[in-house]
């Protein structure tokens, strides 16, 4: 079993950056595929980003493609979510997944393990 812990959320104006965290440890951090997803208020959890376990290949939404990036780091045991030209509708509760398979995934059905989950508030 893999733990998740995310971090990095919290208010920032449109337009503004925020880089998201999730630390994972229990298990190799390289057997897994990861992904982010985020929750909005009386709004089923959606799809934001993901990465394979080798992090070679990537998986975007629409609404994000060309403002998240992806990235992981082994040697920390981390993946993160850099989201940049933030909107209000980026607004969410964001979510760290994990699946022990090559990936990337996009549907949360396919992932194993979830993080807490971490509040990400865009102001206009």
């Known amino acids: 079993q893999v733990q998740l812990v995310e971090s990095g959320g919290g208010l920032v104006q449109a337009g503004g950056s925020v880089r998201l965290s999730c630390a994972a440890s229990?298990?190799?951090?390289?057997?897994?595929?990861m992904g982010w997803f985020r929750q909005a208020p009386g709004k089923e959890r959606e799809f934001v980003a993901a990465i394979s376990r080798n992090g070679v290949s990537t998986s975007y939404a629409d609404s994000v493609k060309g403002r998240f990036t992806i990235s992981r780091n082994y040697a920390k045991n981390t993946v993160y979510l850099q989201m940049n030209s933030l909107k209000p509708e980026d607004t969410a509760v964001y979510y760290c997944?994990?699946?022990?398979?090559?990936?990337?995934?996009?549907?949360?059905?396919?992932?194993?393990?979830w993080g807490q989950g971490t509040q990400v508030t865009v102001s206009s």
């Open positions: 997944a994990a699946r022990s398979q090559i990936g990337p995934f996009i549907t949360p059905y396919d992932y194993d393990y």
């Open positions: 229990g298990r190799t951090f390289s057997n897994y595929a």
